[in-house]
């Protein structure tokens, strides 16, 4: 295999737009470290490329829900559920009682040690006495990354509501910041050029403006046909354009290839 195929290898990632209404309707978003190769800089939900370990067998007897997912799936929303607990510190998972879990799930250094694959994620769980809540999430969109593109990724993207009785905190390596804001808000800023928002990410946040609240954008989400958008490039009249599926949700999208640059 040639290094440039290397480079087109399509990885499995996972995302999570974990939602509040309290003070107003918001979206969990955390900036990308400066010297990261990918989206370096960017405002971005947290997420990442699933491991091998969240694949791993042992997790059944740690699992709330995911008995209709196949293995795949399962592993997805399992490691959507890690990331965000390395990237923002937050633990989406129940007591041996049912209540969802609250307050500080584990130390700055232990989600390090989990980001390192020092520590194994599934011990922290067993450690907490606690199962991974699968149920928490809801499919909201998958994202696979153009085949121009020297990294790819077929990415899902899941919403979650947030616990109410745990805080956010940037992880200081893969993250710099962690921020609640309005999904318009955000569409705003990335138009105005104040923040950095990749166009997958900006489109799901145009998408998750069009909510008034995490129970509204749950029921969109759920009431909505899940259509896999791989954006293609087009020549036009104004030049080469990226579009994706008109019936994806998103409407009639042409972005200009220059403004990705």
Known sequence: MTDANKKAE??????????????????????????????????????GKWHDADHDPAWNDHLIGGGDLDSDQRAL?????????????????RTAEGAMFAGEAASMEVRAAVDRGETSFLDVVKGLGVRLDLNALTVFARWITPAMMPKRFDTWFY???????????????????????????????????????????????????????????????????????LPVVEDRPEGKVL???????????????????
């Open 77 to 93: 929303r399992i490691a959507a559920i890690r990331e965000v607990f390395e990237e923002a510190g937050v633990l989406l998972a």
């Open 243 to 261: 579009v994706i599926p008109n019936d994806a949700g998103y409407g009639d999208v042409a972005e200009p290839l220059s403004a990705l640059a």
């Open 159 to 229: 919403l979650a509501v947030a616990p109410e009785d745990q805080l956010a905190a940037c992880d200081g390596r893969e993250t710099v910041d962690a921020t609640w804001i309005e999904p318009a808000e955000a569409v705003r800023k990335a138009h105005s050029g104040e923040r950095k928002v990749i166009f997958p990410t900006r489109m799901n946040l145009q998408l998750l403006a069009e909510a008034v609240s995490a129970g509204d954008a749950t029921a969109r989400a759920r009431a909505r046909t899940l259509v896999t958008v």
């Open 10 to 47: 399509i990885k499995p990632a996972a995302t999570i737009l974990l939602l509040r209404d309290t003070p107003t309707f918001e979206v969990l978003m955390v900036e990308r470290h400066h010297q990261i190769d990918f989206a370096s800089g960017a405002l971005v939900f947290p997420g």
